[in-house]
Every structure is written in C-alpha cells, then in structure tokens.
C-alpha cells in the first residue's frame, strides 16, 4: 500500500455483481468521484476522505507554487504518466536525440527504486535528477520542488517528468506541470481509458505507443480512442512508436506548438 496516499485502503471501493448489474453501453461507462460505498458501522472511511483531502489540499498549494516558478522561467513542463512499460524513458531518451541540439532539456525521474531511467537519461545528452519514492505510488509536488533545487532548469527550456508507472495515483498530484500525457502502449488493451479514467480525464494528449506492435497483438485502436473521448473529450491523441520512431515527428510538432503557447 502507498504510503502517501492511502490509496491501497480497504475502505474506499465499491463491488458490482456483474450478473446483477443492469447491461450499460462501455462507451459511456461513468465512474464515481469519490469511490467507497461500502459502510461499515463506525463510517471509518469518513476519515479516510479527510485525510486525502488534505494530502491532496497541500499538494496543490506546493503545486501552485511549481507553476508559478515554472511561468516565470518560461519552462515547459510536462507530466508523463503511464502504466509500467509503456515506453516513457524510450519516448524520452528519442526524444532527447532529437531535439537537445536545438532545445534546453531536462528530465525528472520518478521510480520507487533505482537510477536505471536517469542513467539512461544522462546518456541520452540531457541532465536529469531521479526521485526514489520507495513505496509510494507517484510523484507529488513536494517532490518536484525539492528536486528543482538540485537540477538545474535553464531559462526558456522542457522539463519532462516521468512518473512513477501507475495509471492510478499519479492521476491526484498535480504537480504544477503545464500539460499532462499519458502513455499506453498497444500491449495493455484497449480498455485502459475505461479501467483508469481519472487518468485520461486528467491528461491532455494521449501516446498510444508500441504501433510497431500492432500487427502481433489485438489492440483496437479505435476503440481505445473512442472509450478515451467518452472520458474526456478534448484529449488529442498520437499514435507512434518509439522503436520505429514512425509518428515521432508528430509529438515533437505536438511540443513545438506548446513552446508557442
Ligand atoms: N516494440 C516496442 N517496444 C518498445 C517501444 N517503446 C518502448 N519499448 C520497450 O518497452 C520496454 C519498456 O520501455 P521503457 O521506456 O523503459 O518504459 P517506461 O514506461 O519508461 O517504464 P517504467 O519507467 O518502468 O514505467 C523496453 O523494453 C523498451 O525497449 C516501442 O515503440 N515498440
Ligand atoms: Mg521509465
């Protein structure tokens, strides 16, 4: 269970017998704010709301704060969020080749254990600092702002952060980023946008990664795009591979126009 934030408490879900459940059409699949149905006699989840509210009320003041530090560097900040291996360190490190030649970039790394995605960062020519969350489930704002006294973010520059691999709490932490992407690779299913919406809901481009796969494994892409749009309509999408690079030009016209922004 995370230690931060309570998100592996027993006290916030819900149980659906699917015999028992009237048929609903997926695409509009809706999903509940605040979870946790099931009472027990004390309402001990009441505490549990509170707790995260907090967490969560404190984490967007920090957050606030990283924006606003952002805004007056003129830095680029985004938010890269995924489930384990989608291919956001590989998106990155092409990323990197790509474009260090003609941008200032930098790059923070979040994995519960190990420097392996900073390693792989540094090699790709663009400095990078990694937080080691241990048992916590995502990056908060706290994180980023201790870690922007240790790398250094130049004037007018990207600052990618790559979260910790979860398509759950990652979605509850802004971290003062000025757009969020999601990662899912054509390996996981086309049904992820439904499972994980609070993901989607709050992401602002979606990667759908791996197409050089698509030939071996039954991914719909349409689909997935079409449960994604039921969550959250104004998501854009890219469909690319960061193997191939086939569709890569399309996220770097994706960040050209949010330098522009
Ligand atoms: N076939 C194929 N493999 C890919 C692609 N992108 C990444 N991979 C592979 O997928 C695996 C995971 O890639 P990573 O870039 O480490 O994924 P990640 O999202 O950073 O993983 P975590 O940081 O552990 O969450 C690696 O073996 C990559 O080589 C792709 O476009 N096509
Ligand atoms: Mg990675």
């Known amino acids: 269970?995370?230690?931060?934030?309570?998100?592996?408490?027993?006290?916030?879900?819900?149980?659906?017998?699917?015999?028992?459940t009237h048929s609903h059409d997926q695409s509009h699949a809706h999903f509940h704010a605040h979870g946790g149905k099931m009472h027990s006699h004390s309402h001990p989840h009441k505490k549990?709301?509170?707790?995260?509210?907090?967490?969560?009320?404190?984490?967007?003041?920090?957050?606030?704060?990283?924006?606003?530090?952002?805004?007056?560097?003129?830095?680029?900040?985004?938010?890269?969020?995924?489930?384990?291996?989608?291919?956001?360190?590989?998106?990155?490190?092409?990323?990197?080749?790509?474009?260090?030649?003609?941008?200032?970039?930098?790059?923070?790394?979040?994995?519960?254990?190990?420097?392996?995605?900073?390693?792989r960062i540094e090699k790709s020519g663009a400095p990078s600092i990694q937080i080691n969350t241990g048992s916590g489930c995502h990056l908060d704002a706290k994180m980023i702002g201790s870690a922007l006294t240790k790398l250094k973010v130049e004037q007018n520059s990207i600052l990618f952060i790559e979260n910790v691999g979860n398509l759950v709490c990652p979605a509850m932490f802004d971290l003062g980023e000025y757009k969020r992407v999601v990662v899912i690779s054509v390996t996981e299913g086309e049904d992820k946008p439904l499972k994980y919406p609070y993901m989607?809901?709050?992401?602002?481009?979606?990667?759908?990664?791996?197409?050089?796969?698509?030939?071996?494994v039954d991914f719909n892409t349409e689909k997935a795009i079409e449960y994604?749009?039921?969550?959250?309509?104004?998501?854009?999408?890219?469909?690319?591979?960061?193997?191939?690079?086939?569709?890569?030009?399309?996220?770097?016209?994706?960040?050209?126009?949010?330098?522009?922004?």
């Not at 819900?14 to 015999?19: K, Q, V, Y």
């Not at 890569?248 to 922004?261: G, I």
């Open 1 to 20: 269970m995370c230690e931060t934030c309570g998100c592996g408490d027993s006290d916030q879900f819900e149980i659906h017998d699917p015999h028992h």
């Open 48 to 119: 549990v709301i509170n707790l995260n509210m907090d967490i969560l009320s404190e984490n967007n003041h920090l957050a606030h704060f990283n924006r606003s530090f952002f805004e007056e560097k003129k830095v680029l900040c985004l938010n890269l969020v995924s489930s384990p291996g989608s291919g956001k360190t590989t998106i990155l490190e092409k990323t990197i080749h790509a474009l260090i030649s003609t941008n200032k970039i930098a790059v923070i790394e979040g994995d519960q254990q190990t420097l392996l995605d900073a390693e």
């Open 228 to 261: 994604a749009r039921s969550i959250n309509p104004e998501l854009e999408f890219i469909i690319l591979s960061a193997r191939s690079s086939e569709g890569m030009e399309l996220w770097y016209a994706w960040l050209e126009k949010q330098l522009k922004r």
């Open 200 to 216: 989607f809901q709050s992401s602002h481009l979606c990667i759908i990664n791996k197409a050089d796969l698509l030939p071996y």
